[in-house]
RNA sequence: AGGCGCGUAGCUCAGUUGGGAGAGCGUCGCCCUUACAAGGCGAAGGUCGGCGGUUCGAGUCCGCCCGUGCCUACCA
């Protein structure tokens, strides 16, 4: 992380930018102030964005209430789940081509409850009698076919209201009470008014029926609280606008910005095809505030910047002003004191200095330090200074020797404006991120050569909030897009499958975990598990496995140095010749290397976490510090002749060497490899190493694939040599034999391999002597591994029968796999339709089946017989 | 209501373009073998949710169904 550029979208700089962002979009005509029904929070007092709406399924009742034709022809039953918002009704409307209605289109209902006048949002006076109306949005199929119509507290009907000219009777107040249109209700809560209506409708025999019915209630993010819908005037950004909406959808359209999982891109696009305006006012407190300054002379709508001041000291006050930190009268040692103070967010500068270096490049010839700020003070912002100049900036309070930063109206100039106390939704400055992190609007060098970003990783939660606000903004000003691959990892959520919150109270807590378990451990876990996608099911124990590994690595690490010559640097052109094991392990270790690297290039995290796991532990751990053991633990031989000890003594040394020169160069590469998922454990080991000389791991080169480590012969060899250990251990296993006890082994088959590395099996399968046979010895018991057959000298009181057991186990297992590639090759299908190449492979595996089936059979016989 | 995703070993999940079902944890057995008992060695455990289709061949592709999770939505 680039702690230099660490910024906080609350400090100095970057709340200039969301002015001037707020600015540019209201000037061009992309934010609007308009009456419009918003999703409003009766608790919170504010306003919502609808992606802040949460919605959920709830039982209720479907009421049908009847309104009497003013004509007194009957009446028209209206379906409802909202009784309450009737008394704000303006109509009723139905579906035009319904046949059941269209001869009442255009007649009048009474609206039932209501014998009073009601007055609309615009000051309309709105009578009982309201009209039926037709609009295509009322769906016939539902209830009875006929919708009243309540603009002010249902967004579609608010879209009905407007398509028909009706009025919005708001019946509600903030706190979602009854209000003066609810007549005798007033004061009322929505749900008691809901109570009283219903009953009321009963007694008036007006209600027809009530219905059980499910269905989604908008609820508030925040607290819960079921939303009210209200028309309300807030300020929206009009995303809807092809200038946004059009360039935002085609930069991922055609893959200028990547989406990783694929997937989401469709899911962006889905969005982006149903924008609706963006409501961004809040009514709340914490956040930037909307830098709208209302003349309440004139009316006219100010949208300030520092751009509207000519000095740098005026654009200085006034962003201190509008982010804040002085009152509009202030004294001139406040603002030296602020500005003298450390930066919230870079303690290490002043906030001059942070204005300075994120916030006014472009004024960096102009001398802004504090021998000018003094001079500015006493001279500019002299009092009588001030009282001379008419247009001045400030006005000077005698008594209160305070100063105030004077605005006028843009309109009128008139000094009575007041400040819009609505803050901006939060994921409106965060869409500026990208750009506004590095000085923007100022066009720095940061700015220059670090926009676009290569990559962005997040939550797919928050893909709409705010990947897709970047996407907008950054499209919109920057006119280039933000970044290039969108990388959606995985949620992570607790044992149950539950998203984690700190509502619920079910966060697993890094800290915690860290102190537990190490933070490589926990970096690791999430990495290996973060290929899951979407979601990840998240315990503690799981954390547990990986702070083994990393244990794993500390122990191997210390079998390496513990065994290695101080002198073995020098030494190192002085070595024996590598043997099979040493090519061996490069090769895997190459293919670790390219497995790793290209999981990396699909931001396969978890791939490349598996494959270090793998080889570190089950190839680097299990066999080749095993197989390493060998040699470094050879030992002069003291009944040989003294010169003969001395050529061997030489001849250990080189192959020391030659081991320890090995395990060095795989470990160090290992660590390397392994750094970026747990860089703390391997940094530590990193600069143990004598390699190391001090520089730590992070600035060494990424491991890359080399073709010239790559042995095909002595890697199948050596794979060989494990599958023939482990045979020789199962069956020892099978046999009751103790692990350390050595034991007498004859074979016949792969005489090279023996000759070549007898010292590993004798080693490795605890075995005291090895000797060829032609056939298998009287009181041995058989195992085999492909063409090596072994046999392990038996005593009195083996289990025969379990052993039988399980070789017919085995037995039965290859008679399966024997019967389907019979059948495999015996279709006609499959030999004239399949690749050659795979009915060749399909024959050489029967084959091999073949030969496994006659040797277990041939065991198994034996051991009947021995019975 | 639409859309997306997921159902593979007791649990959590891998499984690249279709070609002999895998890992970790857990379980069982034997071991304190000079890096590591936070370990070693070995083993057991699966009609890959169900049905049908395409194919010589399906865990993998297609359709339907069941179960499950999420997202979106103005069905009053």
């Known amino acids: 992380v680039d702690w230099k550029r660490e910024r906080f979208t609350l400090d100095e700089g970057f709340s200039r930018a969301v002015r001037q962002a707020f600015k540019k979009l209201y000037e061009d005509g992309l934010i609007y102030r308009d009456k419009y029904i918003i999703n409003w929070c009766p608790n919170d007092l504010t306003a919502l964005s609808d992606l802040e709406v949460e919605h959920e399924e709830e039982e209720g009742y479907l009421w049908y209430i009847k309104y009497p034709l003013v004509d007194g022809s009957g009446y028209i039953t209206v379906a409802t789940t909202r009784p309450e918002t009737m008394l704000g009704d303006t109509a009723v409307a139905v579906n035009p081509s319904d046949e059941r209605y269209k001869h009442l289109i255009n007649k009048k209902v009474k609206l039932p409850l209501v014998d009073y006048i009601r007055k609309s949002l615009d000051g309309q006076e709105v009578g009982w009698e309201i009209p039926i109306i037709a609009d295509e949005r009322v769906k016939p199929e539902f209830g009875t076919g006929a919708v009243k119509v309540t ?15 009706l009025p919005s009777v708001c019946v509600m107040d903030e706190q979602a009470r009854m209000n003066e249109n609810a007549g005798k209700l007033e004061g009322l809560d929505r749900y008691e008014a809901r109570k009283l209506i219903v009953e009321e409708l009963q007694h008036l025999g007006l209600l027809e029926k009530v219905e059980k019915h499910t269905h989604a209630v908008g609820k508030c993010y925040r607290c819960k609280t079921v939303l009210e819908p209200m028309v309300m005037t807030q300020w929206f950004v009009k995303v809807s606008d092809d200038r946004i909406k059009k360039k935002a959808y085609q930069v991922v359209q055609n893959n200028q910005i990547e989406f990783v999982p694929e997937s989401w891109k469709k899911i962006y696009l889905q969005w982006i095809e149903n924008l609706k305006d963006w409501c961004i006012s809040r009514q709340i407190w914490w956040g930037h505030r909307i830098p709208v300054w209302y003349c309440q002379d004139c009316g006219h709508i100010n949208v300030f910047t520092d751009e509207d001041f000519d000095r740098v000291y005026d654009k200085l006050i006034f962003n201190l002003l509008a982010d804040g930190k002085i009152a509009q009268e202030f004294t001139p040692e406040e603002v030296a004191h602020i500005l003298n103070s450390p930066s919230f967010v870079h303690p290490e500068m002043t906030v001059l200095e942070f204005y300075k270096k994120f916030a006014f490049h472009r004024y960096d010839s102009t001398e802004v330090d504090a021998h000018s700020l003094r001079l500015f003070f006493t001279q500019d912002l002299n009092p009588m200074a001030i009282l001379t100049q008419k247009s001045s900036r400030y006005r000077y309070n005698k008594e209160t020797k305070k100063y105030t930063f004077v605005l006028r109206c843009k309109k009128c100039s008139s000094e009575n404006l007041k400040q819009e106390s609505d803050v901006l939704d939060t994921w409106f400055s965060s869409a500026l991120w990208p750009f506004g992190v590095f000085g923007w609007p100022e066009n720095t060098k940061d700015l220059k050569s670090l926009y676009p970003t290569d990559l962005l990783v997040t939550g797919f939660d928050i893909i709409f909030f705010w990947v897709a606000r970047m996407v907008m903004m950054g499209t919109y000003f920057m006119e280039e897009i933000p970044f290039k691959d969108v990388y959606i990892h995985a949620l992570i959520r607790d044992e149950k499958g539950q998203k984690m919150s700190k509502t619920k109270g079910n966060v697993i807590d890094p800290l915690n975990i860290i102190e537990k378990y190490g933070a490589d451990a926990l970096r690791f876990t999430l990495a290996i598990l973060t290929q899951q996608g979407r979601d990840i099911k998240l315990s503690e124990r799981r954390f547990e496995g990986y702070k083994h590994f990393a244990n794993k690595l500390w122990n191997a690490a210390r079998f390496i140095l513990l065994n290695l010559d101080d002198d073995l640097l020098s030494n190192l052109p002085y070595v024996a010749p590598p043997r099979p094991e040493d090519l061996w392990i490069l090769t895997l270790l190459n293919e670790t290397i390219k497995e790793v690297n290209q999981a990396l290039q699909e931001y396969n995290y978890s791939k490349a976490c598996q494959a270090l796991y793998d080889f570190i532990w089950s190839e680097f751990c299990d066999w080749y510090i095993e197989m390493a ?4 633990y050879a030992k002069v031989d003291p009944s040989l002749p003294e010169e003969e000890q001395r050529r061997q003594e030489q001849e250990i040394k080189k192959e020391r060497i030659c081991v320890q020169s090995n395990l060095l160069y795989v470990f160090e ?19 143990s190493l004598p390699t190391a000389h001090g520089e730590s791991v992070s600035l060494m080169e990424y491991p890359q694939h080399n073709p010239g480590e790559v042995f095909s012969e002595q890697k199948q060899k050596v794979e060989k040599l494990k599958a023939i250990i482990t045979a020789i251990r199962a069956l020892r296993s099978d046999l009751k034999i103790e692990p350390s006890k050595k034991i007498k082994l004859f074979y016949r088959g792969e005489k090279d391999l023996v000759n070549e590395m007898s010292h590993h099996i004798m080693l490795l399968a605890k075995v005291s002597s090895l000797e060829e046979v032609e056939e298998k010895p009287q009181g041995t018991v058989a195992g085999f591994s492909g063409d090596f057959e072994f046999y392990i000298p038996v005593s009195e009181g083996i289990n025969v029968e379990e052993l039988i057991n399980s070789y ?15 059948r495999k090759l015996s279709s006609e299908g499959f030999l004239k339709k399949a690749p ?18 006659e040797k277990i059979q041939n065991i198994i016989n034996i051991l009947t017989q021995a019975r």
Do not use: C, S
């Open 151 to 165: 603009p002010a507290h249902d967004f579609n009907d608010f879209e009905i209201g407007k398509g028909h000219n």
């Open 629 to 632: 053991k060998h040699r470094l």
């Open 669 to 687: 590469r290992t660590l390397r490899l392994l750094h970026p998922f747990m860089p703390y454990i391997t940094e530590e080991l990193w600069l």
């Open 808 to 822: 017919q186990k085995r037995l039965k297992d290859v008679l399966a796999d024997l019967e389907k590639f019979e």
């Open 836 to 853: 050659p190449e795979e009915v060749q492979k399909t024959q050489e595996i029967y084959n091999e089946l073949l030969t496994e089936k």
